[in-house]
């Protein structure tokens, strides 16, 4: 895999203080109040986790910080800029790589990056140079010339990362950018994620895969309903009081000299059992802070 070395990172986007700064967002749809009073931080180089049952949220606010809707209510900085009245100056500063595959089926690979790049501004030799580097990143170069209706869905997801960091952005949302793919095309991307981000570029990333914000995000906010329920490392949220109650009242045993007695103790006396610490995952704490009812049907605007 070839890492792209030129990501420009943190260095513009500190000049203007935070990445992200938001203050009582809000955003209703009819009778929908999609956000209600959200506060947010991300500070330049950060990758945050945004997680959050269906209707939280988590898309409709990512659309109003990529400029593709308007808030109702609130305060919203993104790189120094607003997104409702800098919409077209934050865009070329931005990527986005969204829930739905967005590129044209009937071009080819090469041609896909070539429109997208153009877009994002690139031009001559930059753009042939970050076309050549697209394909190599997204593993594709031998099939450059396929019409992208012919990829599987990993090759499109692989496809669409690379899309939108062609112009190198120095932020970029992801809205579950592995959904539905196979292990090996997953695992691609989240070395390309990785690469990004070890570059300084800022990353806000949606997902309902636990796992996915664990290796990837530094810090993670959990949302429903409209609002924040709470935010910070993984160890910052296993120490939350809802979540500590969630694991029950009995004996934890957390060092390692602990549970090694406990289980010399229980040998002695004949018991073969796994002794382990009563540490929450992410999925348990994810699960103590908006519950286990089931949410079929998304509050949200539909895409």
């Known amino acids: 895999m070839q890492v792209d070395p030129t990501q420009r990172g943190a260095s513009e986007a500190g000049a203007a203080g935070n990445a992200i700064e938001v203050s009582g967002l809000e955003k209703a749809f009819g009778d929908v109040e999609a956000v209600r009073g959200l506060d947010l931080v991300v500070r330049p180089g950060e990758s945050l986790g945004l997680l959050g049952p269906n209707g939280a949220g988590k898309t409709t606010t990512l659309r109003i910080l990529s400029t593709l809707l308007k808030a109702d209510a609130g305060q919203v900085s993104v790189l120094g800029l607003d997104p409702a009245q800098d919409g077209a100056a934050l865009r070329k500063r931005i990527g986005v790589v969204p829930q739905d595959i967005a590129l044209y089926q009937g071009l080819r690979a090469?041609?896909?990056?070539?429109?997208?790049?153009?877009?994002?501004?690139?031009?001559?030799?930059?753009?042939?140079?970050?076309?050549?580097?697209?394909l190599e990143a997204a593993g594709l170069t031998e099939r450059r010339r396929s019409l992208v209706s012919e990829f599987s869905g990993g090759m499109k997801r692989r496809l669409n990362l690379v899309a939108a960091l062609l112009h190198e952005p120095e932020l970029v949302f992801l809205d579950e950018p592995t959904a539905g793919v196979d292990p090996q095309s997953r695992n691609h991307l989240f070395e390309q994620v990785e690469a990004i981000h070890r570059g300084g570029t800022t990353l806000v990333y949606t997902t309902h895969a636990m796992g996915e914000v664990e290796r990837l995000c530094d810090r993670i906010m959990i949302m429903d309903r409209g609002r924040c329920l709470a935010e910070g490392s993984l160890e910052v949220l296993r120490d939350l009081e809802e979540v500590r109650a969630g694991l029950g009242s009995g004996l934890q045993l957390t060092s390692e000299a602990d549970l090694e007695g406990a289980a010399a103790l229980l040998r002695e006396h004949g018991f073969d059992a796994e002794v382990r610490g009563a540490s929450a995952d992410l999925e348990t704490i994810f699960l103590a802070l908006t519950g286990r009812a089931l949410r079929d049907e998304s509050q949200e605007i539909p895409s």
């Open 110 to 134: 090469e041609e896909n990056l070539a429109f997208f790049g153009e877009l994002s501004g690139l031009r001559g030799a930059r753009l042939r140079e970050r076309v050549q580097w697209g």
